[in-house]
């Protein structure tokens, strides 16, 4: 059985939604058969290279917020973060275009290194000192998740390199009715939105396990980034 995952990772919530649904993967009894494949969805898919700036202001910007109250909504998602005994830093953290990051995982899945490549991502974004949208960190990255230096470099040389193949993957999320990130399809049968808790997960992998169709949700929306990059 193969499970989609359409994810960001400038999104908070597929951080969290991830270690979420491992959890639930755990639990499921056929965990060994499961097939997990990552798609690209940015929030931002017009935001500019090189346009990175503060979390805090972002959010303060985009919900009218005071810095103070970008902050509480930050220690929020923190809070969910660390309860799943990941880390999350709530100051100091960029936020930029993810473009770049989605081609280069593209990169990592031809050559099966996309799961390490996205932990090592989510982590320096969420938890680390280092911003992900600088090219040296992300080579660096990338590297340390057993590609070749190279060729990441080639990729982040050349706009076009795996540009389709982002863009195919936000099409098909536009085409499976994904209103944001992270968005889940369990073997083209069940569709689940949101940072939903593993127990959830579980459940939906045993449905999509037993064959039923057609697509749909099985269960309320959980929190989530939609695709005007609101994370609230």
Not at 88 to 113: C, M, N, P, Q, W
């Amino acid at each position: 059985m193969r499970v989609e995952i359409w994810s960001d990772v400038a999104c908070p919530w597929c951080y969290v939604g991830k270690a979420r649904f491992e959890k639930g993967l755990e639990a499921f009894a056929h965990r060994a058969d499961v097939e997990v494949v990552h798609r690209s969805f940015e929030l931002d898919p017009n935001r500019a290279k090189g346009d990175v700036v503060p979390v805090v202001d972002l959010l303060a910007q985009k919900y009218g917020r005071t810095p103070e109250q970008a902050r509480a909504m930050e220690e929020t998602v923190a809070a969910n973060a660390h309860a799943e005994g990941l880390g999350y830093v709530t100051e100091g953290r960029d936020s930029g275009s993810t473009f770049d990051i989605h081609r280069v995982l593209h990169l990592a899945k031809e050559r099966g290194l996309q799961s390490e490549l996205l932990d090592l991502a989510y982590r320096t974004n969420f938890a680390g000192t280092a911003s992900v949208f600088d090219d040296e960190v992300l080579v660096g990255l990338a590297v340390r998740a057993g590609l070749a230096e190279a060729e990441v470099r080639a990729v982040l040389a050349d706009p076009s390199a795996y540009a389709g193949a982002v863009r195919a993957d936000e099409r098909e999320a536009a085409e499976l009715g994904a209103s944001g990130v992270p968005f889940f399809v369990f073997d083209r049968r069940y569709g689940l939105s949101g940072g939903q808790p593993a127990e959830v997960f579980t459940k939906a992998l045993e449905q999509a396990w037993q064959g039923r169709s057609p697509l749909v949700q099985v269960a309320a929306e959980g929190q989530a980034c939609d695709v005007d990059g609101n994370c609230a």
